[in-house]
Each structure stands twice: as structure tokens, then as C-alpha cells.
């Protein structure tokens, strides 16, 4: 059983700055594999990143690679998701999700979200040019 709580989103301008909170309970987030996913408007929800954290793996949407950085704090079991130099293109409703499960390689390094059956509520960011 694990629970996923959003926060932190929000308005920023252009090139700009936020940072997301995904808190977890029911579960260790060091012990899942967790992501961060986003739908703008009008669009299908596409992956963000993606992060094995006992295998070290991370791996980010090339939209986002060296500006979007996910990190954790194990005593809060929080994930967060650090956002710099946004664009409007980021605007969307970002969910926090887990994989309570086995992910095969092949799924976790697709942009698919198979295998993430645990999701937050999603959290507004609006990018404003």
C-alpha cells in the first residue's frame, strides 16, 4: 500500500524555476521504482524521468535532460523533482508515480509507463512567456 501526495506546484515566467514534492507513505521510495510524469493540455501524458535507485539508474525524457533533476530525502520519504530554465512547452499537470513491482530494462527505458501503478493526484505547473 503506498499513498503519493504532489506539492509545490505552480506560476513562474520563463526561465524560471520550481521545485515538486512527491511524499510517500505506505512504502520506502528508496525501495520502488518512482518517476515523474506530466499531460499538457490537450496532450497525452508523456514520462519525464524515471529512477531505479538500488541499481543508480536515472533516466530523463530528452525534452527535460539537464534541466529537470530528481532526487530524494530518505528520513522524509519524499521525492522531489528540481525544475530550471522552464518554458512554457513545460506547462502541464506533473503526477508522481511508483512501480511497486519488477520493471523490466526494456520498460523502464521507454518512455512508456508501463509498469507504474501507483500515481499522485497531479500537481499544476504553469509557464508563463
Known amino acids: 500500500q503506498v499513498q503519493l501526495v504532489e506539492s509545490g506546484g505552480g506560476l513562474v515566467q520563463a526561465g524560471g524555476s520550481l521545485r515538486l514534492s512527491c511524499a510517500a507513505s505506505?512504502?520506502?521510495?528508496?525501495?520502488?521504482?518512482m518517476g515523474w510524469f506530466r499531460r499538457a493540455p490537450g496532450k497525452e501524458r508523456e514520462f519525464v524521468v524515471k529512477?531505479?535507485?538500488?541499481?543508480?539508474?536515472?533516466y530523463y525524457a530528452d525534452s527535460v535532460k539537464g534541466r529537470f533533476t530528481i532526487s530524494r530525502d530518505n528520513n522524509k520519504n519524499t521525492i522531489y523533482l528540481q525544475m530550471n530554465s522552464l518554458n512554457p512547452e513545460d506547462t502541464a499537470v506533473y503526477y508522481c508515480?511508483?512501480?511497486?513491482?519488477?520493471?523490466?530494462?526494456?520498460?523502464?527505458?521507454?518512455?512508456?509507463?508501463?509498469?507504474?501503478?501507483?500515481w499522485g493526484q497531479g500537481i499544476q505547473v504553469t509557464v508563463s512567456s
Open positions: 505506505g512504502r520506502t521510495v528508496s525501495s520502488s521504482i
Open positions: 508515480a511508483a512501480a511497486l513491482r519488477p520493471v523490466s530494462s526494456a520498460a523502464f527505458f521507454s518512455p512508456r509507463e508501463d509498469g507504474f501503478d501507483s
Open positions: 529512477c531505479n535507485w538500488s541499481a543508480g539508474v536515472t
